[in-house]
């Protein structure tokens, strides 16, 4: 979702920010990134991995600098191990029994070299 209007971080959860939440046309939200949660171990891993990349190559593709998100704390360690440049936007806070955290990407030139190198990178088109 754009952030030049209203989206789930800055409306609902931006005291997870140190700061303001990024705003600006080339910064999207993407916390709805979900998983279907009855998928085996490892066809959620080839989905997610193909998910990242087309977000990451998505983002190269039309400009986008950076995405925010908000994560359960274990969601953001696995996202900082996909390798790209991953970094909290303020400390995890609790709310209502889960530990979550405010994220921001960044998506530049060498983006799918670091995700390749972590082992994400999937070129394998998306089926139909």
């Given at each position: 979702m754009p952030t030049q209007r209203p989206h789930i971080l800055d409306s609902f959860y931006a005291r997870l920010c140190d700061a303001p939440p990024p705003?600006?046309?080339?910064?999207?939200?993407i916390t709805r990134?979900?998983?279907?949660?009855?998928?085996?171990?490892?066809?959620?891993?080839?989905?997610?991995?193909?998910?990242?990349?087309?977000?990451?190559?998505?983002?190269?593709?039309?400009?986008?600098?950076?995405?925010?998100?908000?994560?359960?704390?274990?969601?953001?360690?696995?996202?900082?191990?996909?390798g790209w440049q991953c970094r909290p936007l303020g400390a995890p806070q609790w709310h209502e029994g889960s530990l979550l955290v405010a994220l921001e990407i960044e998506m530049g030139a060498d983006t799918l070299d670091r995700l390749a190198e972590a082992g994400i990178y999937d070129q394998?088109?998306?089926?139909?």
């Open positions: 705003r600006g046309g080339d910064i999207f939200e990134f979900c998983l279907d949660r009855n998928l085996r171990a490892a066809e959620r891993r080839v989905v997610r991995n193909r998910l990242v990349t087309a977000i990451a190559e998505h983002a190269l593709e039309n400009r986008i600098s950076r995405y925010v998100a908000i994560a359960e704390m274990n969601w953001f360690q696995q996202i900082l191990a996909f394998a088109p998306m089926a139909a």
